[in-house]
């Protein structure tokens, strides 16, 4: 089993920033892929970025691309997401994830592992 926690969230003006902190500990020799997907109210959990364990490129959603960038620290069993230039439409609940099947893959329904969220809000 491998557990997460989210930290970093808050509420941060237009243009502002924030980093996520997703802290892994367990089974964490099984993590293959972290992610990170964010969830508005009434709309379904979608895909925010992602990262090999082991390095490499990362993958981002379009709409997220150029402002946010995931990175991980395995040393410190992190993965971070560092968002600039926050929108409205940024405003979610933020999770990270992680998945053990030596999958690349962006689905949320793909991922193992789940932490318990971080809220984000975004003020005009």
């Known amino acids: 089993q491998v557990q997460l926690l989210e930290s970093g969230g808050g509420l941060v003006q237009v243009g502002g920033s924030l980093r996520l902190s997703c802290a892994a500990s367990g089974r964490t020799s099984n993590m293959h892929m972290m992610g990170w997907f964010r969830q508005a109210p009434g709309k379904e959990r979608e895909f925010v970025a992602a990262?090999?364990?082991?390095?490499?490129?990362?993958y981002y959603a379009r709409s997220v691309k150029d402002r946010f960038a995931i990175s991980r620290n395995s040393g410190k069993n992190t993965v971070y997401l560092q968002m600039n230039s926050l929108k409205p439409d940024d405003t979610a609940v933020y999770y990270c994830g992680a998945e053990d099947g030596l999958k690349i893959t962006t689905a949320p329904d793909e991922y193992d592992y789940w932490g318990q969220g971080t809220q984000v809000t975004v003020s005009s």
């Open positions: 990262i090999l364990w082991s390095g490499g490129v990362p």
